[in-house]
């Protein structure tokens, strides 16, 4: 059974910082490419970074300079570092395995407000 936990998220001001953690299970871990989504109240999806097999990095012009991914083979764990958040950044975000079959999981709030 694949599972994908994200974890991490809660509320931070303006220009604080969260690390999103996704835990995956049930999967080969190391050669899948994995991606961080985010859906604020209203919108729609929005692929915000992308981190591949190789370790190569892909990123939302929208948090381009600010957001950093991550991968940790041995722990089957991606990252999301979040720094100098903005208001626009709240939104709940999840993790997602980019090869098909694609794995969602099941998402975390992250709220950026003074």
């Known amino acids: 059974q694949v599972q994908l936990v994200e974890s991490g998220g809660g509320l931070v001001q303006p220009g604080g910082s969260l690390r999103l953690s996704c835990a995956a299970s049930?999967?080969?871990?190391?050669?899948?490419?994995m991606g961080w989504y985010r859906r604020a109240p209203g919108k729609q999806f929005e692929l915000v970074a992308q981190?591949?097999?190789?370790?190569?990095?892909n990123y939302a012009d929208s948090v381009k300079g600010r957001f950093t991914a991550s991968r940790d083979n041995a722990k089957n764990t991606v990252y999301l570092q979040m720094n100098s958040l903005k208001p626009e950044d709240t939104a709940v975000y999840y993790c997602?395995?980019?090869?098909?079959?694609?794995?969602w999981g099941q998402g975390t709030q992250v709220t950026v407000s003074s």
């Open positions: 997602k395995t980019l090869k098909s079959p694609n794995y």
């Open positions: 049930g999967i080969i871990f190391s050669t899948n490419h």
């Open positions: 981190i591949f097999a190789d370790y190569s990095t």
